[in-house]
C-alpha cells in the first residue's frame, strides 16, 4: 500500500505534536536552591538557641539556653527595588513564656542567591543552583574579610534533635582545629523549612589537649516549623 507524501506530512505533524504535549505535562521536579533557603512570607520556625562561653580571665564558664521564634511577616521592596523578606527574632521569656521581639533581620532571595541581613550586615548564605563542593565567598556583600562558604554535603537526610528531613544541604564556613584553638561553623537547610541548624565555635584550648580555655559556642537547632497562607 502506497501512502501520499501529504499523508505521511500529516502523520509526521501529529507525532510530533503529540510529543511536544508529553514534554510539556511533565512535572518540573528540578530544584532551585530557593526550596532550601525557605524564605518566604507566612513562614514560622522555633529554634532551641544554646550559648555556652568560657572566660579564663575571670575563670567563668556560662550557659545560656532559650527558646527563639523567627517570624517572616511581610515583604518590601528595598533601596534596589528587590522584594525583600522582613524577619522578626522573638525570645521567650523563661518566666512568662511571652515572646518579646528582639531583633529584625531580613532576607532576598534572586534566582541566583539566598541573602540574609543579620544585625545590618548582608551575608551571601547560598548560591542557586546548588552544587556539591561548590564554593563562594559569603561575605562578598559585607566589609569583613573574605570567608569561603562550601557546600559540603547535598541531597541527604538528617535528623537533628527531634526532626527529621528527607533532603538537607550542608554549608560549611571554615573547620580548623590544632593544638591551640578549634574554630567551626556550619549551616543546615532542609527543602521547604530553611535553616535547622547553625554552629559557630571559636575556641582556644589548654596546649595539647580537648579542654577549652576560652572562648564560645554557638548553637540554634529548629524545634518546630509551619507556613501560615
Known amino acids: 500500500m502506497k501512502f501520499s507524501p501529504q499523508i505521511c506530512l500529516l502523520v509526521l505533524i501529529s507525532l510530533i505534536v503529540l510529543s511536544c504535549k508529553k514534554e510539556n505535562t511533565a ?3 528540578t530544584i532551585t536552591g530557593s526550596e532550601y533557603f525557605s524564605s518566604v512570607v507566612g513562614m514560622t520556625r522555633i529554634y532551641q538557641v544554646d550559648s555556652i562561653y568560657w ?10 539556653s532559650y527558646e527563639m521564634k523567627e517570624v517572616i511577616p511581610s515583604t518590601y521592596l ?5 522584594p525583600t523578606q522582613r524577619i522578626e527574632r522573638y525570645r521567650q521569656d523563661s518566666i512568662t513564656g511571652n515572646w518579646t521581639i528582639w531583633k529584625v533581620w531580613a532576607s532576598n532571595v534572586t534566582s541566583a542567591t539566598g541573602e540574609l541581613v543579620e544585625d545590618n550586615i548582608r551575608f551571601l548564605k547560598l548560591t542557586f543552583t546548588p552544587v556539591l563542593n561548590a564554593t563562594w565567598n559569603g561575605n562578598t556583600y559585607n566589609t569583613l574579610d573574605p570567608q569561603d562558604y562550601v557546600i559540603t554535603s547535598l541531597g541527604v537526610p538528617d535528623t537533628k ?5 528527607n533532603t ?5 564556613h571554615g573547620n580548623d582545629d590544632n593544638l591551640v584553638y578549634r574554630k567551626f561553623a556550619e549551616e543546615r537547610y532542609a527543602k521547604g523549612a530553611g535553616l535547622y541548624y547553625r554552629v559557630n565555635e571559636d575556641v582556644e584550648k589548654i596546649f595539647g589537649t580537648a579542654d577549652i580555655k576560652s572562648g564560645y559556642i ?9 507556613i501560615t497562607p
Open 27 to 29: 512535572p518540573n521536579t
Open 78 to 82: 528595598d533601596n534596589q527595588g528587590r
Open 161 to 165: 534533635g527531634s526532626l527529621t528531613f
Open 168 to 172: 538537607t544541604l550542608t554549608v560549611s
Open 218 to 226: 554557638y548553637t540554634e537547632t529548629l524545634l518546630s516549623y509551619s
Open 55 to 64: 572566660d579564663d580571665f575571670n575563670n567563668q564558664h556560662d550557659t545560656v
